[in-house]
């Protein structure tokens, strides 16, 4: 079983019954080399509780096989050290080591025993053979582990000599829980990902929101994906594939999404490539058209200001305008969080209000990040589609 903090007997309910649903999720992308005999002890926060537990991890952007030695589920005591007795073996078909092709993804076995919200799960990774590109995500805003050897069944933290503020090779965890248990991805830039907010402490908007549903009993949305990459855009590759490329492996592909909120656009408006609001409107539409005919909601947020940040000019500004007005005014979306009103500053709403300001004049600090999760509205986040 999990630790003791986590875990609670297994509810009676018909395995029938119960359905799988992401309670966590980080975006894949390129992330330096890979190293064969290399371990990684990678921390994450879930949101939605259940049973079941199943990782999947990628080989997205790698150009080779790669070979995972052995794999672990387990809880966090503090540092790289688990919870004694809560490291349990992962398997893949029933084997302890699995081998994934160039460009693709494998999921472990179901993992009995009951995972809480909230949990630090710690999953442990022995990559065995590895080479070319790395799969990964690299702004973690959290500190995991990484070390020569396998090290992934140790409980203890004395083999884990080298923090990392990346993840490697992990993109997702789901549970099994109860019937009507869904959940939210965010798809999204930097923001999203969380710069500017606390190292450690779970402090992005995504994580913020997820507190409000843990503690809402009126909804049944419960887990929170976040699919965010550091300077990434809807349209252009670059920091990542596009929101538009990565729409399908990084949201649509999760298990008992509900809800996608699609908050990007800044990347593409303030990189000054003749980008028009007509372009994004376009994208916008694509990703809201795909996301429907998957059967699911679309929450679209409003660009922040961001006056005072380098590339800011009166023209970026006249598009971020245009947009924001298509996203509150079109009816496309099923609802709207409006970021912009909730975090500019009254004053000169070209900016965002200092109490907010991370300090580089584009991303929120701790406080913004929670004003923007306080701002979106619960109800907003369910509505009722099929695939097309």
């Not at 190293?35 to 080779?64: E, K, M, P, W």
């Not at 965890?173 to 779970?202: K, N």
Request: aromatic residues 6%; contains cysteine.
């Amino acid at each position: 079983m999990f630790a003791s903090a986590a875990v609670s007997p297994v509810p009676v309910v018909s395995p029938a019954g119960l359905h799988e649903v992401v309670t966590w999720g980080a975006s894949a992308h390129r992330v330096g080399d890979a190293i064969s005999d290399r371990s990684y002890r990678l921390i994450v926060r879930t949101s939605a509780a259940g049973t079941g537990v199943r990782i999947r991890l990628s080989n997205a952007f790698g150009d080779r096989p790669l070979t995972f030695g052995s794999a672990y589920a387990g809880i966090r005591k503090e540092g790289a050290a688990l919870v004694p007795g809560s490291n349990r073996r992962l398997t893949f078909g029933g084997d302890r080591s699995v081998t994934v092709a160039a460009g693709e993804t494998v999921h472990s076995d179901l993992l009995p025993g009951r995972l809480a919200a909230a949990a630090a799960l710690v999953i442990s990774l022995h990559v065995a053979q590895a080479g070319g590109p790395a799969t990964g995500h690299a702004m973690a805003m959290q500190t995991s582990y990484t070390t020569s050897g396998d090290h992934a069944a140790e409980e203890g933290a004395a083999g884990w000599s080298e923090p990392t503020g990346s993840w490697y090779y992990l993109d997702a965890v789901t549970v099994r829980a109860t019937p009507g248990t869904g959940a939210v991805v965010a798809l999204g830039d930097s923001i999203t990902d969380g710069w500017q907010s606390s190292t450690g402490l779970d402090r992005r908007w995504p994580d913020y929101l997820a507190r409000r549903l843990r503690a809402n009993d009126s909804t049944a949305i419960k887990g929170v994906a976040n699919e965010g990459i550091s300077g990434n855009k809807v349209l252009a590759d670059g920091a990542g594939q596009s929101a538009l490329n990565r729409l399908g492996r990084d949201v649509l592909s999760h298990p008992g999404v509900r809800t996608v909120f699609l908050f990007e656009g800044v990347n593409d408006i303030k990189a000054h490539s003749n980008v028009t609001a007509q372009d994004m409107i376009a994208g916008y539409r694509e990703i809201i058209g795909r996301t429907h005919a998957a059967g699911k909601c679309v929450v679209g947020a409003t660009i922040l200001p961001f006056k005072g940040w380098r590339q800011w000019d009166a023209e970026a500004e006249a598009v971020r305008r245009e947009i924001n007005q298509f996203i509150r005014t079109s009816g496309e979306f099923d609802a709207v969080a409006d970021f912009d009103r909730a975090l500019r500053s009254p004053y000169d709403p070209e900016r965002m209000l200092a109490y907010f300001d991370g300090g580089d004049h584009l991303h929120p600090n701790d406080k913004g990040m929670q004003a923007m999760a306080d701002s979106v509205a619960i109800d907003s986040l369910t509505c009722h589609r099929r695939a097309a």
